[in-house]
């Protein structure tokens, strides 16, 4: 069987959708950032794997957290994360939270409902903001903000890759409920347009990561450092936007990421938008602008 650095796609930090420790992000705190993504990026290409069975998913998985853990030095990129935590007293837990979504990803294929996607998100996406507040001391009064914020940058994801999840891996997250409410079946995912039925599928899950978005809305004005509170207000705004892309676009047939031109403009946008949050939460606090 091969090792898990073999098992990797070749995608960085660079190729995701959203910012991965941009260069707002104070150089202090990119290492172990950068580590833990690496080591997910592993665990991520291994549960996507065209060729691997899944008890070699998992078992490859299991050589991650060992070295993770300590166990044995087997992995350089689990080696990395642990001394990484290790300098900064930080758990490996969220980081075997994410192990726990990849191996979910290896063993269950399909969703009942809201409840059952928020479940999965739990695992798959909130660690990954908790991981970054814990990095820059951040207090922890910020995870429902954070939660809210991650599961809807999964479910995008979701929707954005939903055509392809299920040809290459059999998996969809759009609930099995919301697919029966509206009469979209399953194997529609793997056809050309969506059907009418599954647009209104898409749409519905649309409309509730809305409803997260609103919810997080206050995180950015939240977070004490002024870099990180910026890459989120950023982070935030490219999610709105992707979510009114989807809310009009048919994922099987038609772009709905942004290209080089909105990520810079809808990027500068967030910056600004989270500048001015900042601003007014320091001026409402006593603060001169100066002391952020």
């Known amino acids: 069987m091969i090792t898990p650095a073999e098992a990797r796609s070749g995608k960085g930090h660079r190729d995701e959708n959203f910012p991965v420790a941009s ?20 665990a991520d290409d291994i549960a996507d794997h065209a060729t691997l069975t899944p008890p070699e998913k998992l078992a490859l998985m299991d050589q991650l957290e060992a070295t993770l853990l300590g166990r044995n030095d087997d992995d350089p990129v689990a080696v990395a994360l642990r001394s990484q935590l290790a300098a900064r007293q930080l758990t490996p837990r969220h980081a075997q939270d994410l192990l726990t979504a990849f191996r979910m990803d290896v063993t269950k294929l399909r969703y009942r409902d809201w409840d059952d996607l928020i479940g999965y998100c739990t695992y798959s996406a909130m660690p990954v903001g908790r991981f970054v507040l814990d990095v820059h001391g951040e207090s922890r009064a910020l995870w429902p903000a954070n939660d809210a914020l991650c599961a809807a940058l999964q479910i ?137």
């Open 156 to 292: 995008i994801n979701h929707l954005q890759d939903c055509g392809k999840d299920y040809r290459d891996l059999d998996r969809v997250y759009i609930p099995l409920d919301v697919l029966a409410t509206t009469g979209a079946r399953v194997e529609e995912l793997g056809a050309g347009p969506a059907s009418a039925p599954l647009l209104d599928a898409i749409r519905r899950l649309v409309h509730r990561t809305g409803d997260l978005l609103r919810d997080s809305r206050p995180f950015s004005a939240g977070i004490e450092d002024a870099r990180l509170a910026l890459e989120v207000a950023v982070i935030q705004t490219f999610a709105e936007r992707l979510a009114a892309v989807l809310a009009r676009r048919d994922p099987l047939s038609q772009r709905v990421h942004l290209g080089k031109a909105g990520v810079a403009g809808f990027g500068l946008v967030g910056l600004i938008w989270g500048a001015t949050r900042r601003a007014g939460r320091l001026l409402a606090a006593g603060h001169r602008p100066q002391d952020a």
């Open 23 to 42: 260069r707002l992000i104070h150089p202090r705190h990119r290492a172990p950032i950068l580590a833990f993504y690496e080591f997910v990026r592993t």
